[in-house]
């Protein structure tokens, strides 16, 4: 029997037909060995991660580049969430916030704020603001989730993020220890990020996402399936964000 949008099974079937177009992996090495911005774009215009690269252009400002792909970010997470049952789309769309984390970590210690979130429509306005004002602020935003994190001094936004999410899924449902699972990843993942030297990010990245590929094969007609693709294509991303940025900021030198 077929389905529409807002059931499971039509939501995998989408999901299928996108892990099954995932980026080659050789294509993308092929990206990487490009030395310039317009050579790197038009490489990955080749690949799956075409459709986050539309907006990018050589010779855009580094936060003008980054929020472009905070978009395109956003504009997926919404995309999968309407596919999802209803009771489960609150808990996808959620996902929107993870590349705001490691900024709100460290407005959470008391740091300066990163260049970018001054323009950031959701960010700027709270950042503008004494520090001591800010948790107010984000109490009248969607990020008001973390307003506790914030006010604490050194909370943990991760864990407000996680912790929030859980609050978010519909309360009984068996698909809820394959959901807690990824959480744990997660919290394990940031910890291991925050205690690591910079070299050893990648290994941690290929490891989470070894174990979301197992998650999106082992939990089809779920939440987690959508969750599991997120999380891949958000590690993608992660990747292409470097890419760009490597060679938006640092101007190749002669041969």
């Known amino acids: 029997m077929s389905a529409g949008s807002g059931h499971f099974a039509y939501s995998q079937a989408r999901l299928q037909a996108r892990f099954g177009q995932?980026?080659?992996p050789a294509a993308l090495q092929s990206a990487n060995a490009a030395r310039d911005l317009a050579g790197f774009l038009g490489a990955i215009r080749a690949t799956s991660q075409r459709r986050y690269t539309t907006r990018l252009a050589?010779?855009?400002d580094p936060h003008e580049l980054?929020?472009?792909?905070?978009?395109?970010?956003?504009?997926?997470?919404?995309?999968?969430?309407?596919?999802?049952?209803?009771?489960?789309?609150?808990?996808?769309?959620?996902?929107?916030?993870?590349?705001?984390?490691?900024?709100?970590?460290?407005l959470s210690r008391g740091?300066?704020?990163?260049?970018?979130?001054?323009?950031?429509?959701?960010?700027?306005?709270?950042?503008?603001?004494?520090?001591?004002?800010?948790?107010?602020?984000?109490?009248?935003?969607?990020?008001?989730?973390?307003?506790?994190a914030l006010e604490a001094g050194a909370g943990d936004v991760t864990a407000a993020w996680l912790g929030h999410w859980r609050t978010l899924w519909a309360r009984?449902?068996?698909?809820?220890?394959?959901?807690?699972?990824?959480?744990?990843d997660v919290a394990s993942l940031d910890a291991k990020l925050r205690a690591a030297a910079g070299g050893e990010s990648r290994g941690l990245h290929q490891a989470l996402s070894c174990r979301l590929?197992?998650?999106?094969?082992?939990h089809p007609l779920s939440p987690a399936a959508a969750v599991a693709?997120?999380?891949?294509?958000?590690?993608?991303?992660?990747?292409?964000?470097?890419?760009?940025?490597?060679?938006?900021v640092v101007v190749p030198g002669p041969a």
């Not at 009984?172 to 744990?184: P, Q, T």
């Not at 590929?213 to 082992?218: A, K, P």
């Not at 693709?229 to 938006?248: K, N, S, T």
Request: aromatic content about 8%; charged content about 25%.
């Open 213 to 218: 590929v197992r998650t999106f094969r082992r």
């Open 172 to 184: 009984g449902s068996r698909h809820e220890r394959a959901l807690e699972r990824i959480a744990r």
């Open 22 to 24: 995932a980026a080659d």
């Open 111 to 148: 740091g300066r704020p990163p260049a970018w979130t001054r323009a950031d429509p959701v960010l700027g306005h709270i950042v503008a603001l004494d520090p001591a004002l800010r948790g107010t602020a984000l109490a009248a935003s969607p990020l008001q989730p973390f307003r506790p």
């Open 66 to 106: 980054e929020r472009h792909l905070r978009f395109e970010w956003s504009t997926l997470v919404d995309e999968v969430a309407r596919w999802q049952p209803t009771p489960w789309q609150e808990a996808i769309r959620w996902m929107r916030w993870l590349p705001y984390l490691p900024a709100l970590q460290k």
């Open 229 to 248: 693709y997120l999380g891949l294509e958000g590690l993608g991303l992660l990747g292409l964000r470097g890419g760009v940025m490597r060679r938006a």
């Open 58 to 60: 050589p010779g855009m």
